[in-house]
Structures are given as structure tokens and as C-alpha cells.
């Protein structure tokens, strides 16, 4: 099997090309994006546009998990540029204690009111099981609840603005090459018609209601270095992670259900795209990321047995159904680095 030489990322990466000198296509991609860019200039027009929201609106909202990105995100919009911030967060229905405890500390220290979107749970988890027979995969449902908070929550209080620290579009990009994208078109094509405006009101954003607010990634426009990032938080905010070491979607019950079944479908993990993200960034080396990746990949080898069952019991679904979908057939890469 063939890896780049770069980043790692496996052959089996869709839409994923190779050149002469066994450098991904993901890899000069991000060269030329990266290559002269100025985080100086991105963080001064990132200030410049939240202190007019500011001043516009009154308040910015901060959608917020708990997890490691929306945790620094908000900890820098307070502690950084001293904003009036109010967050938006999701109850996905697979809420970790652990994200609990850091959004009560978050709130607590920082002084940020948190308002939570629940959904109908019942809908949520008919969600996942169509997402997850139609496609393999469960986490797009999750994903558009998320980043719903934050409209509903900026209505509320009579914002525009939202800021948010998805590393979608950063240095740090995990899901690339538009693989397992999110967006409202692709939602709405496997839901079928199958679910009323009011049960995914709180749920989903149509793309011309997104259009009316201005979003901001902080990813995009500061250094997103995940140690540092661990350590200021720990350092300002008693962040915990999972009691299992885990400090990535610390926020969910059945992510590593989900990392399961990615790399029994694709070969390879989110873990395992974030780690190639941190090498090409530079933040790690490519040996460092080589011995993560092998430990990762390693633990992905064997069913999360209690996660999992946590997860079928909530979308009433057998093991039997979910291992006779016809996705999960990829060897996994790890095998072979």
C-alpha cells in the first residue's frame, strides 16, 4: 500500500493522487495555500471584524462542545480580545460527562452565559441510523446540530456574527479533498423527506439562511497548534479529558464507534487524518506521526464494545443489521505502514 511521503495519508484516501516524488495531492494542495500566508495580517482583520460585530450587535456567540477547538475558541475571545460572547451549544444525545464539567467551567470562569439546543432525541437518533445505512457513516446529523446552535442561539440575541474553532479550511484541515462534508444539500438529499420542518428546525440550517450571517474560524486566522492548545487550557481552565486519555471529541460517547467504523470502511480513521494534518503543519514530525498513527489505528482494530452498544440501543438497530451494511469492507492501512 502506498503512503505519502509527507503526511502519510494512505492510498485509500478518496479522490487522494500521488505524484513522482510520492507526495499526496493534500500536501501540495496545502503548499499552495500556506506557503506565504500571513497569521499576522489574518489575526489583526479577525480582530478588526469582531470588534465591529461588537459594536454592530452588542455580543458575538461562540458555538461551544466543550471539546478541545470550541473550548480555545472561546477562551481566546475572552481572553484575547475581551468580548462579550455568549455560547451556543448542541445536546447531541451522546454528551460526555467530561464536556459537561468543562462547559459548567468554561461558563464559570471565563463568565459566559452557555445556552444548550435540544432536539428532539427521537428524531436525532432515527437521524444517525439513516445516515449511518445510507452512507456508513453517523456524524453529519451531529454536525449540522452543531453548527445550528449557533444561528438559533445568534437570533436570540440579535447577532450576526458567530464565531466558531472548526478547523475546517485551516492549517490544520482534517476532512479533505471534500470527503464526509456537512453541508445542508447533501443532509436534506439523504433525509429523504422523511422528517417534518419542525423536527429538524432545531437540527439543520438552510444555505440561504447561512448566507445571512457572517461566520468566523479562528482556525483559519490564528497558529492552531493542538499541544499548546491542551496546555492553555489546562493551565486557564482546569480542562479535563477523557478518564481514557483521549483529548480529541472529548465531547461524545460513540466517537471512537465512529473512528471504528470509518476505518473498517475507508481503512483509516479521523485520528489518523488529524495526525497527517499535524504533520503537515509541521507540529509534529513525520516519525512522531507515524508512531501515533500506529497506536491510534491499532486500538481502532477491535470493536468499542460498551460505546457501541450504547450507540445501537439509542437507534434501535442490531449488530447483525449494522455488519451486513455493505460498507464496511476496507483492510485497515495500518497493517501496512
Known amino acids: 500500500m502506498k503512503f505519502c511521503k509527507k503526511c502519510l495519508l494512505p492510498e485509500t484516501y478518496p479522490g487522494i493522487e500521488f505524484d513522482d516524488d510520492g507526495v499526496c495531492s493534500v500536501c501540495r494542495a496545502y503548499e499552495k495555500k500556506w506557503k506565504n500566508f500571513n497569521f499576522e495580517l489574518a489575526e489583526i482583520e479577525c480582530e478588526r471584524k469582531i470588534k465591529n460585530a461588537e459594536s454592530q450587535y452588542g455580543t458575538v456567540v461562540v458555538t461551544c462542545s466543550g471539546g478541545l477547538d470550541s473550548s480555545y475558541a472561546i477562551l481566546l475571545m475572552r481572553k484575547k480580545f475581551d468580548s462579550n460572547v455568549v455560547g451556543a451549544n448542541f445536546d447531541h444525545g451522546f454528551v460526555s460527562d467530561t464536556a459537561k464539567k468543562n462547559l459548567n467551567k468554561i461558563s464559570k470562569i471565563l463568565n459566559v452565559p452557555i445556552i444548550t439546543i435540544k432536539p428532539d432525541f427521537d428524531v436525532m437518533y432515527r437521524l444517525y441510523r439513516d445516515f449511518l445505512i445510507k452512507t456508513g457513516d453517523f456524524c453529519t446529523p451531529c454536525c449540522q446540530g452543531c453548527s445550528r446552535s449557533g444561528f438559533l442561539v445568534a437570533r436570540q440575541n440579535n447577532t450576526k456574527t458567530i464565531v466558531h474553532g472548526g478547523v475546517s479550511g485551516s492549517r490544520v484541515e482534517f476532512n479533505v479533498l471534500g470527503m464526509l462534508k456537512h453541508h445542508y444539500e447533501r443532509f436534506m438529499r439523504y433525509t429523504d423527506n422523511n422528517y417534518t420542518p419542525d423536527e429538524l428546525y432545531n437540527i439543520v440550517t438552510p444555505t440561504d439562511e447561512i448566507k445571512k450571517f457572517e461566520l468566523i474560524s479562528l482556525p483559519q486566522c490564528f497558529e492552531w497548534n493542538e499541544n499548546k492548545i491542551i496546555d492553555t487550557l489546562r493551565r486557564e481552565l482546569d480542562w479535563e479529558f477523557l478518564p481514557d486519555g483521549r483529548t480529541r471529541h472529548i465531547d461524545c460517547l460513540i466517537a471512537d464507534v465512529s473512528d471504528f467504523l470509518l476505518q473498517k470502511k475507508f481503512g483509516f480513521s479521523k485520528k489518523w487524518m ?36 450504547l450507540f445501537l440501543s439509542k437507534i434501535e438497530y442490531t449488530r447483525k443489521e449494522l455488519y451486513n451494511l455493505p460498507f464496511y469492507i476496507a483492510e485497515p492501512a495500518v497493517k501496512y505502514l
Open 274 to 309: 488529524t495526525i497527517s494534518a499535524n504533520i503537515r503543519a509541521g507540529i509534529i514530525d513525520i516519525e512522531q506521526g507515524r508512531e501515533s498513527i500506529k497506536q491510534t489505528e491499532e486500538k481502532l482494530l477491535d470493536e468499542p464494545k460498551d460505546a457501541m452498544d
